[in-house]
Nanobody, 116 residues
Framework: QVQLKESGGGSVQSGGSLRLSCSAS????????MSWYRQAPGKEREFVSG??????TTYTDSVKGRFTISQDNGKNTYLQMNSLKPEDTAMYYC???????????WGQGTQVTVSS
């Protein structure tokens, strides 16, 4: 069974950095992508960044130049977050989704709080 677990969240001051990690028990048997989403209180969950099996990356405009998504050779996906702003405060979720079959799995989330 595919399970995702996020870690690395915390509280930082504006301008600080955090590195989120998403550990997978295993990857799904499909052409999958990994991505990060976030949800602030009272707001809908929004896409932050994604990485494909070919290494291609995408970012929402508000984090371009500040966040970097990456993967290692194991079962980990990372989100390096620099120059954090109070508006980055949210619960951050890791997601894996298959391109060729219907399969989506979410992690439980990790809280990021940025104070001004």
């Amino acid at each position: 069974q595919v399970q995702l677990k996020e870690s690395g969240g915390g509280s930082v001051q504006s301008g600080g950095s955090l590195r989120l990690s998403c550990s997978a028990s295993r990857y799904p048997y499909c052409r999958y992508d990994m991505s990060w989403y976030r949800q602030a209180p009272g707001k809908e969950r929004e896409f932050v960044s994604g990485i494909g099996r070919d290494g291609s990356t995408t970012y929402t405009d508000s984090v371009k130049g500040r966040f970097t998504i990456s993967q290692d050779n194991g079962k980990n996906t990372y989100l390096q977050m620099n120059s954090l702003k109070p508006e980055d405060t949210a619960m951050y979720y890791c997601k894996t989704e298959c391109r060729d079959i219907v399969f989506v799995r979410w992690g439980q989330g990790t809280q990021v709080t940025v104070s001004s």
